[in-house]
T-cell receptor
């Protein structure tokens, strides 16, 4: 089946540093990728929709300058958490929409801890 | 999530059958997904329905009625490992539109 790889799975960083998370569709092309954040015992919250070759569309309340999204190719999108703070600690998950069928596949998630 | 309704929690007995219902807004509909999410993990794909009817995959089946804006996930022969959250996810029409999530149904399977 289709696979979406997310890297890194775990990351611990110091407050004020930036962290980049990659989301790759390994065996299909994805014109659209989505980034979510999930706090413990809560539902997935959509942060932004990433379209290949164009600017991401951010959800209300999500800071564009803090969460930089780049969708440079049909198989790769990146999320950079800039100047991370402890409140940014969360589980970040990407999903990729398969071109053609429209099926949506999730990455394994990246757990960010900001000290 | 926007315009998606599913029960918050359900409890069922090991070996039994459970049905998790989901209703959604019918406008701009382009398919409905069901995902399983264990605590601390990313969701995993269970099913994708675009046409009306029942689709069966082993112990899991998913049903869709587009006219009613209704879907359900049916889990048979429940196992303890089926304890998880089940997410009903609506895909909008148009490849660039965002998907919308239900809040998920937390299913607890008891012995």
């Amino acid at each position: 089946g289709a696979v979406v790889s997310q890297h890194p799975s775990w990351v611990i960083c110091k407050s004020g540093t930036s962290v980049k998370i990659e989301c790759r569709s390994l065996d299909f092309q994805a014109t659209t990728m989505f980034w979510y954040r999930q706090f413990p015992k809560q539902s997935l919250m959509l942060m932004a929709t990433s379209n290949e070759g164009s600017k991401a569309t951010y959800e209300q309340g999500v800071e564009k300058d803090k969460f930089l999204i780049n969708h440079a190719s049909l198989t790769l999108s990146t999320l950079t958490v800039t100047s991370a703070h402890p409140e940014d600690s969360s589980f970040y998950i990407c999903s990729a929409r398969k071109q053609g069928t429209g099926e949506l596949f999730f990455g394994e998630g990246s757990r960010l801890t900001v000290l | 999530g926007q315009n998606i309704d599913q029960p918050t929690e359900m409890t069922a007995t090991e070996g039994a059958i459970v049905q998790i219902n989901c209703t959604y807004q019918t406008s701009g509909f382009n398919g409905l997904f069901w995902y399983q999410q264990h605590a601390g993990e990313a969701p995993t794909f269970l099913s994708y329905n675009v046409l009306d009817g029942l689709e069966e995959k082993g112990r899991f089946s998913s049903f869709l009625s587009r006219s009613k804006g209704y879907s359900y996930l049916l889990l048979k022969e429940l196992q303890m490992k089926d304890s998880a959250s089940y997410l009903c996810v609506r895909a909008p029409s148009g490849g660039y539109q965002k998907v919308t999530f239900g809040t998920g149904t937390k299913l607890q399977v008891i012995p």
